[in-house]
């Protein structure tokens, strides 16, 4: 029989390429999808055919119960999350009831249904924060700088609670920021790689950017959500940093991707307050040593392949919009 999987978050970047990822291993795949009037299975809609969709809700415990329950999966990955930093602060309730509590609904469900399923907890690298070391690893304290962060400290830390107090497969991939062409447009990379485009093909002339200096460690998320599948399939649950282990500056991303297309980016963008944070995170960079020695995992495409994909695919999806 093939292997069972349920996926939260799937509509979602992470979701849509594990999703893919799983098909090509034979599991059948499930995914957890709020009924709304706004729902946008872009990400999904290749493969909508080849995946079932289940109404729920991680805000909804019962909707949670009766999911895990009818389709009995032996593997669940949470990927859902009110996962954009900058809106945690004006929606801090909000981003701690889906991130944070959302995690301990799924959770609970898995032991009360069925605690010999497999379970993979989303933590991110926001959770280090003001960071305690660098670069950071697994023992690396947290200090989390945004609600979204301490959200995310409270999902990592539940889901450790129900491993050892429950004796659950519960893991967490502990994943540094990870970009795709399928990125939500708020987000910084593809934020560039989409104006860049709207600028290289006149349909735009600046690019409004906040903090220059802050770096970041930025990887392909095709490469991690491998990640994520790999920790499921080891004998003993455990916490993993996913990170490709080098860092670049808001500025060099600029540079990358307005290179691409042969343009200065001095020349295009403004800094504005109004994209500063609260309180910054300046330096993050994982140590992913620990998931390339247990899980023999290792990120396949450069930052600069990255970037360069993203620009390409904006180019692309821009001309098909405005049929240039």
């Not at 280090?128 to 999902?155: C, H, I, M, N």
């Not at 906040?210 to 970041?216: K, M, S």
């Amino acid at each position: 029989m093939k292997k069972r999987a349920l996926i939260t978050g799937i509509t979602g970047q992470d979701g849509s390429y594990l999703a893919e990822f799983l098909l090509s291993k034979d599991y059948e795949v499930f995914g957890l999808v709020r009924r709304s009037s706004t729902v946008n299975y872009e990400r999904i809609k290749h493969i909508q055919d080849d995946i079932t969709l289940v109404p729920g809700d991680i805000l909804d415990q019962t909707s949670v119960i009766q999911a895990i329950s009818t389709i009995r999966p032996q593997e669940v990955y949470n990927l859902a999350a009110q996962s954009f930093v900058q809106t945690s602060w004006n929606q801090p309730v909000f981003t701690s009831d889906v991130t944070a509590l959302g995690v301990t609904r799924v959770l609970d469900a898995i032991r009360a249904i069925d605690p010999g399923i497999r379970f993979y907890q989303a933590s991110s690298s926001e959770m280090f924060g003001k960071v305690q070391e660098v670069p950071q690893k697994e023992t690396t304290p947290f200090y989390p700088r945004s609600p979204y962060g301490v959200a995310k400290v409270y999902g990592h830390w539940i889901t450790v609670n129900y491993r050892e107090s429950y004796n659950l497969h519960a893991t967490s991939g502990i994943l540094f920021n990870h970009e795709s062409p399928r990125r939500g447009l708020e987000f910084a990379p593809r934020k560039v790689s989409y104006n860049v485009a709207k600028i290289k093909l006149g349909l735009a002339n600046e690019l409004r950017m906040g903090n220059y200096d802050a770096q970041r460690d930025w990887g392909f998320a095709g490469d991690y959500v491998q990640a994520m599948w790999l920790m499921l399939q080891q004998d003993t649950p455990d916490d993993f940093v996913i990170a490709t282990g080098q860092t670049h500056s808001v500025e060099k991303l600029l540079n990358v991707a307005f290179s691409t297309v042969d343009l200065d980016w001095k020349q295009y963008t403004v800094q504005d307050e109004k994209f500063m944070r609260p309180a910054e995170v300046d330096l993050l960079v994982g140590d992913p040593t620990k998931a390339k020695q247990k899980l023999g995992w290792e990120p396949q495409v450069s930052f600069e392949q990255l970037v360069q994909m993203m620009v390409e695919s904006d180019l692309k999806l821009l001309k098909e919009e405005h049929r240039l």
